[in-house]
């Protein structure tokens, strides 16, 4: 059975960090569950082979365990948690980060009506679903190439197409479909995300930032919501904090002037959203944060 197969060739392959020869494909090997922490999706497909995951986005809520995957198309912030991993029996997945400029191609390559039509409005950034056979074969002959680096350069990027077209043809096609039309609402939204998070600290009108990704003022606001869970100012707010807990793990005896830094300008509001958002004040979780290093907990199992 692939997923029998998948799990063998994870746990064989699995290293300290998560990248593997081939690049753009990451494994990830994880022995005990963590408290919910924040992270970065990425543009990733991920899949289960073992063990299960819990992330968290806005108020959204996706779970995913053996057999399953998701696939994030746009870099968001969101909080992530092992709901089951053991010594005995290692949380085991497999990630291939996605590139817009081939899910392009490869719609351009599609004769008409070889991809289900895409429905009206953004679809959400994440995304959960039963994996196919096709696809875990072809995850699993792509993996196969760790033993073999004479085949490795010649026959990895055929394989990582077939799992892009797997992607684009599966039940949450749309998703990924949007990464490669350049004037969809995704690509609007996502132009909009990653300027919040370049300029983070840095406060801004919705609707400059509307006129900026190309879209009036309301149907920004309404699809900028439907892909991220989150408003424009949330999503900000999500950005501030994260990189906040980042500059104190390095900084936690100037909790006021890391505040400045991502934008806060008032101590007592940085403190209080802080500790709303990581259930512990800015200098006690600085504290925790020297005495526990944590595993990487993206999108990944």
Same mark, same amino acid.
């Given at each position: ?7 063998t060739l ?14 753009g494909v990451?494994i990830?090997k994880?022995?005990?569950?963590d408290p919910?922490a ?9 899949v289960?082979a073992?063990?299960?995951?819990r ?5 959204r809520?996706?779970?995913y365990?053996?057999g399953?995957f998701?696939v994030?198309?746009v870099?968001?912030p ?18 291939l980060?996605?590139?817009?400029s081939?899910v392009?191609?490869?719609l351009?390559q599609a004769?008409p009506g070889?991809?289900?039509r895409t429905?009206a409005?953004?679809p959400s950034?994440i995304a959960?679903s ?6 875990l074969?072809?995850v ?5 190439l760790?033993d073999?680096?004479?085949?490795r350069a ?5 394989i990582k197409r077939?799992?892009?077209?797997r992607l684009i043809?599966?039940?949450q096609?749309a ?7 350049a ?7 996502s ?9 983070y ?5 919705v &609707?400059d930032?509307a006129?900026m990704?190309g ?6 606001? +309404?699809?900028?919501? $439907? @892909?991220? #869970?989150?408003s424009?100012i949330?999503f900000?707010?999500?950005?501030r904090?994260?990189?906040?807990r ?10 006021t ?5 991502v934008?806060?300008d008032?101590p007592s509001?940085f403190?209080? &959203?802080?500790?709303r ?10 504290? +925790?944060?020297?005495e $526990? @290093?944590r #595993? ?6």
């Amino acid at each position: 059975m692939p997923l029998e197969e998948l799990r063998t060739l994870l746990a064989r392959h699995a290293g300290p960090g998560w990248t593997t020869a081939i690049d753009g494909v990451l494994i990830s090997k994880v022995d005990r569950p963590d408290p919910p922490a924040p992270s970065m999706t990425g543009m990733v497909l991920a899949v289960i082979a073992q063990g299960a995951k819990r992330l968290a986005l806005g108020d959204r809520v996706y779970a995913y365990g053996p057999g399953q995957f998701l696939v994030a198309s746009v870099d968001l912030p969101v909080t992530g948690q092992f709901t089951q991993a053991a010594p005995e029996q290692p949380a085991l997945g497999f990630g291939l980060t996605l590139d817009p400029s081939a899910v392009a191609e490869l719609l351009l390559q599609a004769g008409p009506g070889d991809t289900p039509r895409t429905g009206a409005g953004a679809p959400s950034a994440i995304a959960v679903s039963d994996a196919p056979p096709a696809l875990l074969d072809a995850v699993v002959r792509l993996l196969r190439l760790l033993d073999e680096p004479r085949d490795r350069a010649v026959l990895a990027p055929l394989i990582k197409r077939e799992i892009l077209w797997r992607l684009i043809t599966s039940e949450q096609g749309a998703t990924v479909r949007q990464l490669g039309l350049a004037d969809s609402s995704l690509s609007h939204v996502s132009r909009a995300v990653r300027w919040i998070r370049e300029n983070y600290a840095q406060p801004f009108r919705v &609707e400059d930032v509307a006129r900026m990704s190309g879209m009036s003022a309301s149907a920004f606001y +309404r699809n900028f919501q $439907a @892909v991220t #869970a989150m408003s424009p100012i949330q999503f900000q707010k999500q950005i501030r904090l994260q990189e906040a807990r980042l500059l104190l793990a390095t900084h936690p005896g100037d909790v006021t002037g890391v505040g400045q830094r991502v934008g806060y300008d008032n101590p007592s509001q940085f403190s209080r &959203e802080y500790r709303r958002q990581f259930g512990a004040p800015p200098s006690r979780d600085a504290a +925790r944060l020297r005495e $526990a @290093v944590r #595993a990487p907990v993206g999108v990944l199992p």
